[in-house]
């Protein structure tokens, strides 16, 4: 049984950094891409950032510059470091493979912007 159990959101005020972190148990993690997603009020999911199991990562054009995806697969954990954060990035996060699989989403983390 797969579960995605995300961490480390809060609140934080513009130009701040969070450290967000997803734990994996199952068979989802080795050898797939991951992926971090998030879903702000009133609009669809979209994927953030997504990592290979050897590193390759690649970014919304929101997050570029700013976000930083990175994995231990020995802990079978990936993680969001986000810089500069503004309020539009204020939303759920979640973590998934990539592509995701539905019934596979955790609870997310909310993460709100805000002065």
């Known amino acids: 049984q797969v579960q995605l159990v995300e961490s480390g959101g809060g609140l934080v005020q513009p130009g701040g950094s969070l450290r967000l972190s997803c734990a994996a148990s199952?068979?989802?993690?080795?050898?797939?891409?991951m992926g971090w997603y998030r879903q702000a009020p009133g609009k669809a999911r979209q994927v953030v950032a997504r990592?290979?199991?050897?590193?390759?990562?690649a970014y919304a054009e929101s997050a570029k510059g700013r976000f930083s995806i990175s994995r231990d697969n020995a802990k079978n954990t990936v993680y969001l470091q986000m810089n500069r954060l503004k309020p539009e990035d204020t939303a759920i996060y979640y973590c998934?493979?990539?592509?995701?699989?539905?019934?596979?989403w955790g609870q997310g983390t909310q993460v709100t912007v805000s002065s």
């Open positions: 199952g068979t989802i993690f080795s050898m797939n891409v």
């Open positions: 990592i290979s199991s050897s590193g390759v990562t």
């Open positions: 998934n493979r990539d592509p995701p699989i539905p019934n596979y």
